[in-house]
C-alpha cells in the first residue's frame, strides 16, 4: 500500500509537466487573453509578458510553476473572473460541488447496487451531512423532520398516497369479484383468430390505463386463455402485458403515473405539465403503434421469431418447461364482464370530475362549458381530484358488490390492507424520492445545474431532450424503476427550463420516455417481473424476447428527440417529429417483413 502511495508522487509530476509544457508550446498565449483589446498594443503585449514570466526560458518556468503549486498558488483567473485567483474560485465552489455529489451518490449507488430503496435513502443521509456540515444531532433532525416527516406531512403528498391506496384496493375488489375471469370467458367465446387475440390483449392493456400493477396482474389472467387457445407464446403475450402496462400508464391523465409524475411538480401545474408532454413522449407512443404493426403485418424478429415459431406447433413456452406448471387458479364463474368494467368506468369519471372541480369549474366564470372545462382541468391539483374521484368510486365499488352479492362485507374490508400492501414498494420509492428531493432542495443544487446548463450548454441544447431520454434510460435499467428516476431527473429538469418553455416540455417528456424505456428493458424492474407471472412465461425468456423490440422503440425515439430538439431550437413545431417517428418505425417493420425475417 505504501509503495502504491509514493507511486502516487512520479506520477502526478509527470501529468504536472505533460500539462505544462502543452500549455508552453501552444498557440495561445496567456499576456494576449489577460490584456484583451490592448494586446494589438506591442509594448503593452511584451510588458505584460514579462510581469507574467513568460519571455522567461522554458525549464525557469517549469520550475517556477511547480513551486507555485507546492505553495498553493494556481494563479490568477484569465477567462472565468479576471483577476481573481484560482484558490478563491475554486474555494467558493467547493460547497455546491459536494451538494451536487448528493444526486450522483444516488445514482451510482443505483447503478452499483441496482437496488432503489437503499440507494435513495444513503443519498437522503448524505443531504443531511452536508446541510448539517457532518452534525450528528443536525444530520437527524434534518433527514427526519425537514426530510421525510415533512414530505409525508405535505398535503399535496398526502393526496397522491391516499390514491395509491384507494386504488389498490379497488384493484383487489375487482380481481376478487371475479370481474377479470368473467372478461377472459366472454373473449374465449368472441376471438376467432390469433391476430384477434393478440389485438385483444393490446386493446384490454390500454383499458385498464390506472395503474401498470392492475394491468400486469389484470391482462395476464384474463387473456391468458385466449392467446394459448389461438397458439400465441407465453413470451409474445408477456411482452405485449408489458409493453401496455407503463408506456400506457404514462400517457394517461387518470393514473397512479399521472399522479407521481404530478408529484415532483410544484404549484400544483403538475397534472397540466404531464399533459402537455403527452405527444411527446415518444418512446410510449412508438412502443404502442409498434406493437399493433408486429401484429398486423404479422412480423417477429430476434428470439421472439423463434418463439412464435415454436407456439405454431404448440410449444407455446419457446421449448423450455412451464416455469409455473400445477400452478392452478380458483375458478371465479360468479363474476361477470360488467364487474371489471363498472368499477374502472365509474373510477374514470369521478377523477374527471374531482380534477376539474379542484380546478374551479364549479364555481363559474367566463366562457362556454368547454372552456371552463378545459381551463379547469388544467388548472386542476391532481392530488386533491384523484383522491376525491378515487374516494366515491371506493364507495361505489362497495356498494356495487354488496348489492350483486360478489363479495361478503368481510371479504371487502380484507381487501383493504390488501391493496395498501400492494402498493407499499410504489408509497416507499416516492416517499424517499420526495425526501432526496427535498434534500437537493435545501442545498441549492437545481439552481447550480440550471445556472450550469444554461452558461456551458448553450450551443448544444438542442440535443438535451435525446441526452435526457439516454440517461433517464440507463438510470430506469439499472435501478428497475421508474418513479425512482422521475425522483431525480424531473426536478433539474425544471430547474433548467421554465414551465413555459418548448424545449422544457420536450426535455420532460423524454425525461418520462427514458424512465419508461429503462424500466421496460430492465430484468430487475417490477413491471417486468409482474408481466412475467402475469403471462406465466419464464422472465429471463421474457427479458430476452422482448429486448429486441424495446431496443427498436428506444433508437426510433432517440432520433425523434434529436429532430424535436432541431425543430425547436429553430422554432418550429416539435410535434412534427412524431409523423416522422412513426414512418421510421413503420419503414423498418416493412423492411423487416420484406427481408423475410419472421
Same mark, same amino acid.
Given at each position: ?12 509530476? +509527470? ?5 505544462? &509544457? ?12 489577460k490584456? +484583451?483589446?490592448? #494586446? ?5 503585449? $511584451?510588458? !505584460?509578458e514579462?510581469e507574467m ?9 517549469? +520550475? ?7 505553495? *498553493? ?15 478563491e ?9 459536494l ?5 450522483s451518490?444516488?445514482? #451510482?449507488?443505483a ?7 437503499s ?5 437522503? @443521509?448524505?443531504?443531511?451531512?452536508l446541510?448539517?456540515? /457532518? ?21 399535496y ?5 391516499v390514491?395509491?391506496?384507494v ?9 376478487? =369479484? ?16 390469433? @391476430? ?23 391482462v395476464?389472467?384474463?387473456?391468458r ?19 401496455t ?6 400517457i ?24 402537455r ?17 408486429l ?9 421472439m ?12 413456452? *419457446? ?5 409455473y ?11 361477470? @364482464?360488467v ?15 374531482g ?14 362549458? %368547454? ?16 383522491m ?24 371487502m !374490508? ?11 414498494? =410504489?408509497?416507499?420509492?416516492? &416517499? ?7 434534500? &437537493?432542495?435545501?442545498?441549492? $443544487? ?8 444554461k452558461?456551458?450548454?448553450? +450551443?448544444?441544447? !438542442?440535443?438535451?431532450?435525446?441526452i435526457?431520454? %439516454? ?9 428497475g ?30 425525461c418520462?420516455?427514458?424512465a ?13 417481473? !409482474?408481466?412475467?407471472? *402475469? ?6 425468456q421474457h ?9 427498436? =422503440?428506444a ?7 434529436? #429532430?424535436? *430538439?432541431l ?12 409523423? /416522422?417517428?412513426? =414512418? ?12 423475410? &425475417?419472421?
Amino acid at each position: 500500500i505504501i509503495r502504491r502511495i509514493l507511486l502516487i508522487i512520479p506520477v502526478l509530476l +509527470g501529468a504536472i509537466i505533460i500539462i505544462f &509544457t502543452i500549455n508552453f508550446f501552444s498557440t495561445t498565449n496567456p499576456a494576449m487573453i489577460k490584456l +484583451g483589446l490592448s #494586446a494589438n498594443d506591442p509594448e503593452k503585449l $511584451a510588458a !505584460m509578458e514579462h510581469e507574467m514570466g513568460l519571455d522567461r526560458p522554458y525549464i525557469v518556468q517549469l +520550475g517556477s510553476y511547480i513551486w507555485d503549486l507546492l505553495h *498553493g498558488d494556481l494563479g490568477e483567473s484569465n477567462v472565468f473572473r479576471k483577476g481573481v485567483a484560482i484558490t478563491e474560485i475554486v474555494a467558493e465552489k467547493i460547497p455546491i460541488s459536494l451538494q451536487m455529489g448528493l444526486i450522483s451518490l444516488a445514482i #451510482a449507488l443505483a447503478l452499483l447496487t441496482k437496488e432503489v430503496y437503499s440507494s435513495l435513502f444513503i443519498g437522503i @443521509v448524505a443531504g443531511g451531512l452536508l446541510y448539517s456540515n /457532518f452534525g450528528f444531532e443536525g444530520t437527524v433532525l434534518h433527514v427526519f423532520s425537514d426530510g421525510i416527516v415533512s414530505v409525508l406531512s405535505d398535503a399535496y403528498n398526502v393526496g397522491i398516497l391516499v390514491f395509491l391506496v384507494v386504488l389498490g384496493t379497488m384493484v383487489c375488489m375487482m380481481n376478487k =369479484a371475479g370481474g377479470s375471469a368473467a372478461f377472459g370467458r366472454w373473449a374465449q367465446t368472441h376471438i376467432k383468430s390469433r @391476430v384477434g387475440a393478440q389485438l385483444a390483449t393490446v386493446a384490454l392493456g390500454c383499458l385498464i390505463f390506472i395503474d401498470d400493477y392492475f394491468n400486469c396482474l389484470t391482462v395476464g389472467s384474463v387473456m391468458r386463455p385466449v392467446t394459448d387457445k389461438h397458439r400465441v407464446s407465453r413470451a409474445k403475450l408477456a411482452y405485449i402485458i408489458d409493453a401496455t402496462a407503463a408506456p400506457v400508464c404514462i400517457i394517461a391523465p387518470i393514473s397512479s403515473w399521472a399522479a407521481a409524475v404530478s408529484g415532483f411538480v410544484e404549484d400544483g401545474k403538475g397534472l397540466s405539465l404531464f399533459i402537455r408532454a403527452i405527444p411527446y413522449n415518444f418512446y410510449a407512443l412508438f412502443t404502442i403503434a409498434m406493437m399493433v404493426m408486429l401484429v398486423v403485418l404479422r412480423v417477429d424478429y430476434g428470439p421472439m421469431a423463434k418463439s412464435e415459431a415454436l407456439a405454431g406447433g404448440g410449444d407455446l413456452f *419457446g421449448g423450455g418447461p412451464d416455469p409455473y406448471a400445477g400452478a392452478g387458479e380458483a375458478p371465479a364463474d360468479k363474476g361477470r @364482464v360488467v364487474d371489471l368494467i363498472a368499477p374502472i368506468a365509474v373510477l374514470i369519471f369521478c377523477c374527471v370530475v374531482g380534477m376539474v372541480y379542484s380546478g374551479g369549474f364549479f364555481a363559474g366564470g367566463e366562457g362556454g362549458v %368547454l372552456a371552463r372545462f378545459s381551463t379547469a382541468f388544467s388548472n386542476s391539483d391532481a392530488s386533491v381530484g384523484l383522491m376525491l374521484g378515487s374516494a366515491f368510486a371506493l364507495v361505489f365499488s362497495f356498494v356495487y358488490y354488496m348489492l350483486r352479492r360478489a363479495m361478503s362485507f368481510r371479504e371487502m !374490508m380484507g381487501c383493504i390492507p390488501d391493496g395498501f400492501k400492494a402498493m407499499v414498494p =410504489a408509497i416507499m420509492i416516492l &416517499t424517499f424520492a420526495w425526501s432526496l428531493k427535498a434534500m &437537493t432542495d435545501s442545498l441549492g $443544487a437545481k439552481y447550480f445545474v440550471r445556472d450550469l446548463v444554461k452558461s456551458g450548454a448553450e +450551443g448544444m441544447q !438542442m440535443f438535451l431532450p435525446a441526452i435526457v431520454f %439516454l440517461i433517464g434510460c440507463l438510470l430506469a435499467f439499472a435501478t428497475g424503476t421508474s418513479w425512482g428516476t422521475f425522483g431525480v431527473l424531473i426536478p433539474i429538469t425544471m430547474a433548467i427550463f421554465p414551465l413555459d418553455d418548448p424545449m422544457g416540455i420536450v426535455c420532460i417528456a423524454a425525461c418520462m420516455a427514458g424512465a419508461v424505456c429503462g424500466d421496460h428493458c430492465s430484468p430487475i424492474s417490477d413491471t417486468t417481473i !409482474m408481466a412475467s407471472a *402475469g403471462a406465466q412465461c419464464d422472465h429471463v425468456q421474457h427479458v430476452s424476447t422482448q429486448l429486441p423490440y424495446a431496443i427498436t =422503440a428506444a433508437a426510433v425515439s432517440c432520433i425523434s428527440y434529436v #429532430a424535436a *430538439g432541431l425543430l425547436v431550437h429553430f422554432e418550429l413545431p416539435g410535434l412534427l417529429a412524431l409523423p /416522422f417517428g412513426l =414512418a421510421l418505425m413503420a419503414g423498418f417493420l416493412l423492411w423487416k417483413k420484406k427481408s423475410g &425475417t419472421r
